[in-house]
T-cell receptor, first 112, second 114 residues
Framework: DQQVKQNSPSLSVQEGRISILNCDYT??????FLWYKKYPAEGPTFLIS?????DKNEDGRFTVFLNKSAKHLSLHIVPSQPGDSAVYFC???????????FGAGTRLTVKP | KAGVTQTPRYLIKTRGQQVTLSCSPI?????VSWYQQTPGQGLQFLFE???????NKGNFPGRFSGRQFSNSRSEMNVSTLELGDSALYLC?????????????FGDGTRLSIL
């Protein structure tokens, strides 16, 4: 079953603008959420994470927002750069478990 | 600090054969997880090993198995290969102790079944 969903398979934004990637989850036991970035022929690279005790975490141009009541998280990239073009996966896990559940990914294209 | 290393990078097999994939985690990491990635399906969790014991298991048939050695290196085995097993197999490691920690991925083994 799809416990983590990314409903937008692709997103295209202009360089310098904001990119917003969305993710929904169904399992209320999830308490740790992550975003990964993946380039072709490489493994996913960890980007940013957030614990369920927070609703926002920021790291440079990347901010993750968590809305527990809506079971929704989003990744904001500001400003977007062409090098950000990649597939972005959201992931979630429960209580430190090693079995992360991933969304299907959103392909972000940042146009110069 | 060396990252997660997976070997081989590419593999071609035929139906009915078996295959073994290898993963060396980041030094000091004791948890190793395996995932299967197919187009449009994202990453599907296979299993996780911690201190040589399978700690979590995903929803895959028994043809998929794994093990972990005392140095935390892990192998994944797939027997009686099927065409649908063609995928990118990713290994990820983390310290594995208490608390939430990100997993760090290798570049994967791309398995093609003819």
């Amino acid at each position: 079953d799809q416990q983590v969903k990314q409903n937008s398979p692709s997103l295209s934004v202009q360089e310098g603008r904001i990119s917003i990637l969305n993710c929904d989850y169904t399992n209320s036991m999830f308490d740790y959420f992550l975003w990964y970035k993946k380039y072709p022929a490489e493994g996913p690279t960890f980007l940013i994470s957030i614990s369920s005790i927070k609703d926002k975490n920021e790291d440079g141009r990347f901010t993750v927002f968590l809305n527990k009541s809506a079971k929704h998280l989003s990744l904001h990239i500001v400003p977007s750069q062409p090098g950000d073009s990649a597939v972005y996966f959201c992931a979630a896990s429960a209580q430190g478990a090693g079995d992360m559940r991933f969304g299907a990914g959103t392909r972000l294209t940042v146009k110069p | 600090k060396a990252g997660v290393t997976q070997t081989p990078r590419y593999l071609i097999k035929t139906r009915g054969q078996q295959v073994t994939l290898s993963c060396s985690p980041i030094s000091g990491h004791r948890s190793v997880s395996w995932y299967q990635q197919t187009p449009g399906q994202g990453l599907q969790f296979l299993f996780e090993y911690f201190s040589e014991t399978q700690r979590n298991k995903g929803n895959f048939p028994g043809r998929f198995s794994g093990r972990q050695f005392s140095n935390s290196r892990s192998e994944m085995n797939v027997s009686t290969l099927e065409l649908g097993d063609s995928a990118l197999y990713l290994c990820a490691s983390s310290p594995g102790g208490l608390g939430n920690q990100p997993q760090h991925f290798g570049d994967g083994t791309r398995l093609s079944i003819l």
